[in-house]
């Protein structure tokens, strides 16, 4: 059996292009080349029906190592608690004091963004922040 070298993770959401925006800078991630044939996103929404026209976008990792992330437009909004969410790796390696203090710097950097701080866990070794996104979707600073 051959191993999956590629895959996405797909956001359900409200404002795709908004949510995108806001992960590529939580993420250092960038807004992937409009489809082909095309000299910008814009030029590709206006040949959209205004149903598709913001149906979707999408961001990637620069380096192309990490996963890309797909936003499709849902109707309904979030019900519940995620059952997947996305760790915002910052305090690799890190323990103690360094490691809350690594936490709490992204975590200070990302509310002016629009990501809300939920609350912050350390038991004096280990820490993790969970937040909320611009929809209210989870995500922790770990």
């Known amino acids: 059996m051959t191993s999956i070298k590629k895959f996405q993770v797909t956001f359900d959401c409200a404002e795709p292009e908004r949510l995108a925006r806001f992960w590529c800078e939580v993420l250092g991630y960038v807004v992937p080349a409009p489809p082909k044939g095309f000299a910008t996103w814009d030029d590709f929404k206006a040949s959209r029906t205004p149903e598709e026209r913001d149906a979707w976008f999408a961001c990637e990792d620069p380096s192309g190592v990490g996963p890309r992330l797909y936003f499709q437009h849902v109707p309904e909004g979030k019900a519940a608690k995620n059952r997947v969410h996305l760790d915002v790796r910052v305090g690799t390696g890190l323990v103690g004091e360094e490691r809350l203090a690594a936490l709490e710097a992204e975590c200070a950097r990302l509310i002016p963004l629009g990501a809300v701080h939920v609350q912050t866990l350390?038991?004096?070794?280990?820490?993790?922040?969970?937040?909320?996104?611009?929809?209210?979707?989870?995500?922790?600073?770990d």
């Open 122 to 141: 350390y038991d004096g070794t280990d820490s993790c922040i969970p937040m909320l996104d611009i929809e209210g979707n989870e995500f922790c600073i």
